[in-house]
């Protein structure tokens, strides 16, 4: 008989799937509670509270209309991973995409289904996993994702699954959070610096104190890391309102030190100074047709927008990574 025994401090492969397991769990808790921005923002579940709710998200975040570019999916085949409230999939539906949604909260389901049911509109929604797509290879035209996959522990293997359900040509368009932006340093003064704690790591703070446990956050290289085998990959970071104070600071977040801020925050220097401080990271590229043949690797550019004044953007200035 051989014994097997465990070192110290060591994990057996089904610690880790325990562990995943519960993390994935509490994400789901956390969003099951509210939807993302339902505390915020959606004052009633009826045809004016869901217009009311787009209209909110559309003037805070003016960026997620070009990006998204709803009536350029009209005829597609299109998957949202993270539906949410569903503001983002019913302009996909008028748009007349051919839709499927996901979400790993039946909330977030509910809502997208009553508001399309509200509005005449149709699509093909169910609870799903981010990192488990139940869709075949080569599925769809598009996919897409707003502030989603940082969430799920396993954020590569949701990049991975995104990738594998588009079909050649395809394309994915995806928000992820950006470690080095205001938000986070908001966060990190506030619960590290002001708690003596100066050591702690962004990513600490992210996982603990930005929307549900585990939140993530990356560099832009490890985000193009993310899509490596993708081709056209662009990034473009925001500042958005959380950046700037110029909203609600989400559902976890409240108190008359916020309210102050907001009144003294001094949003056009941060326009002029920190413009490539923003917490959104906008991502889109392609499904390569057909596997290189040169060994090439694929081109990604890189870019930075702000806020300007009102809803208005300022002109990207993308440049090459090798």
């Known amino acids: 008989m051989i014994a097997v025994v465990r070192a110290v401090g060591a994990s057996a492969p089904g ?45 805070l975040e003016p960026f997620i209309e070009p990006f998204a570019d709803f009536r350029s999916a009209s005829g597609k085949k299109v998957l949202e991973i993270g539906v949410g409230l569903g503001a983002d999939h019913q302009r996909f539906a008028e748009a007349g995409a051919e839709l499927y949604g996901i979400d790993l909260t039946e909330r977030a389901v509910a809502h997208a ?9 149709r ?19 598009l996919v897409y994702s707003w502030g989603v996959i940082h969430h799920t522990p396993d954020t590569p293997r949701a990049a991975a699954e995104i990738l594998r359900v588009l079909e050649p040509g ?26 003596l704690r100066p050591f702690t790591t962004m990513d600490a703070i992210y996982a603990a104190h930005l929307e549900s446990p585990g939140t993530k956050a990356y560099s832009v290289r490890e985000a193009a890391a993310l899509f490596a085998g993708a081709a056209d990959v662009r990034i473009t970071t925001v500042l958005t309102h959380g950046d700037l104070l ?16 907001r009144r003294v925050f001094p949003r056009a220097l941060v326009r002029k100074l920190l413009p490539g401080w923003g917490l959104f990271m906008l991502i889109s590229g392609r499904k390569p047709a057909a596997p290189s043949i040169t060994g090439e690797p694929s081109r990604q550019t890189i870019g930075r927008q702000t806020t300007a004044r009102g809803p208005a953007l300022a002109a990207a200035n993308d440049h090459g990574v090798a």
């Open 15 to 59: 610690d880790h799937m325990v562990e995943h397991a519960t993390a994935k769990g509490r994400v789901q808790r956390f969003w099951n509670e509210a939807a993302c921005g339902e505390n915020l923002y959606l004052f009633s579940v009826d045809r004016e509270g869901y217009s009311r709710q787009a209209a909110d998200r559309y003037a």
């Open 113 to 121: 289904r009553r508001r399309l049911s509200m509005f005449g509109l």
């Open 123 to 141: 699509s093909r929604l169910a609870v799903g996993d981010a990192e488990s797509l139940s869709f075949p290879d080569g599925a769809f035209a």
């Open 170 to 195: 395809g394309t994915f368009k995806v928000m992820i959070y950006q470690r080095r932006s205001l938000v986070g340093l908001m966060l990190w003064v506030r619960y590290a610096l002001l708690r």
């Open 246 to 261: 110029a909203s609600g600071a989400g559902q976890r977040h409240r108190g008359l030190a916020l309210t102050v801020a």
